[in-house]
């Protein structure tokens, strides 16, 4: 598994943007699909982002599609989110997450290694 630390995070007005980082450990980063997922309360875990080990390729959920944008460094073990034009429905426990191949992947069930987690508030 991959040890994964994430930062960022915090309370934002709609409008807004804030920058989520999550730094990785253990198993080589660089042969690892990453992806954020974010989770608000009453609600199920849903997909947001993903990137490619390489970072060729990424795919977003449609409801942050023009408004995110994922990133990796592999040299430095490190993948962000970037999340401009928040809006109050964005609302969630952000969660950064690898997954043991080299495509993108975006169920839940496909990464095996998780973040803690930090909240991510947008008021209105």
């Known amino acids: 598994q991959v040890q994964l630390v994430e930062s960022g995070g915090g309370l934002v007005q709609t409008g807004g943007s804030l920058r989520l980082s999550c730094a990785a450990s253990?198993?080589?980063?660089?042969?690892?699909?990453m992806g954020w997922f974010r989770q608000a309360p009453g609600k199920e875990r849903e997909f947001v982002a993903a990137?490619?080990?390489?970072?060729?390729?990424?795919s977003y959920a449609d409801s942050v599609k023009g408004r995110f944008t994922i990133s990796r460094d592999n040299a430095k073990n490190t993948v962000n989110l970037q999340m401009n034009s928040l809006k109050p429905e964005d609302t969630a426990v952000y969660y950064c997450?690898?997954?043991?191949?080299?495509?993108?992947?975006?169920?839940?069930?496909?990464?095996?290694?998780w973040g803690q987690g930090p909240q991510v508030t947008v008021s209105s």
């Open positions: 990137i490619s080990w390489r970072g060729g390729s990424t």
């Open positions: 253990g198993r080589s980063f660089s042969i690892n699909s």
């Open positions: 997450a690898a997954a043991n191949v080299y495509n993108i992947v975006t169920r839940v069930a496909n990464y095996d290694s």
